[in-house]
């Protein structure tokens, strides 16, 4: 089973920031937060991952709280090419069957003019 | 560089027949993992392989057999495909960290 928990769909303005939010309250200490998006049946695409600080890449940033049990993925400036489904996933970083990508159902985003 | 390639695109079988699905991956990783989505759904681990030789059950790998002979190639083979395989497969590649997936074969079976 998934070890994450997101809303089900979220609605953004073109233009504004999109902030979608995760936990994931039992979240081990070697565990990374991860998170992909799937733009309508395309295969996964990879945003963003982290430990414990923020980070921030072309894309995205990536907020984790002080006690790493939740996280924000903000998308500045959101587009309607960004309307797609976000997940977030927790895993080792290295190291067999618990390295494995675990999808749950992620947030449907919509991106609307 | 392609990075991970999956053929067929599509396909329809016949309940009982069987086929391979192929993906193929030119970045050198080690690691390879075949995925299913169903509609709605998020993608569920059949199975994956940590190296060349190797191969592992993931979540959901009855009816599924699978072969990574060479590093660059992982196979997804149905022995005798029912209607509940009818799917969107993907494969993925990664060397540790982030995923790097195929665009998907979408399977239909009769």
């Known amino acids: 089973d998934a070890k994450t928990t997101q809303p089900t769909s979220m609605d953004c303005a073109e233009g504004r920031a999109a902030n979608l939010p995760c936990n994931h309250s039992?979240?081990?200490?070697?565990?990374?937060v991860y998170w992909y998006r799937q733009i309508h049946s395309q295969g996964p695409q990879y945003i963003i991952h982290g430990l414990k600080n923020n980070e921030t890449n072309e894309m995205a940033s990536l907020i984790i709280t002080e006690d790493r049990k939740s996280s924000t993925l903000i998308l500045p400036h959101a587009t309607l090419r960004d309307t797609a489904v976000y997940y977030c996933?927790?895993?080792?970083?290295?190291?067999?069957?618990?390295?494995?990508?675990?999808f749950g159902k992620g947030t449907k985003l919509s991106v609307k003019p | 560089n392609a990075g991970v390639t999956q053929t067929p695109k599509f396909r329809v079988l016949k309940t009982g027949q069987s086929m391979t699905l192929l993906c193929a991956q030119d970045?050198?990783?080690?690691?390879m993992y075949w995925y299913r989505q169903d509609p709605g759904m998020g993608l569920r681990l059949i199975h994956y392989?940590?190296?060349?030789?190797?191969?592992a059950k993931g979540e959901v790998p009855d009816g599924y057999n699978v072969s990574r002979l060479k590093k660059q190639n992982f196979l997804l083979g149905l022995e005798s495909a029912a209607p509940s395989q009818t799917s969107v497969y993907f494969c993925a590649s990664s060397q540790g960290r982030g995923y790097t997936f195929g665009s998907g074969t979408r399977l239909t079976v009769v």
């Open positions: 970045m050198n990783h080690e690691y």
């Open positions: 392989s940590v190296g060349e030789g190797t191969t």
């Open positions: 039992t979240i081990s200490g070697n565990e990374y």
């Open positions: 996933i927790v895993r080792v970083e290295y190291g067999g069957s618990q390295g494995n990508l675990i």
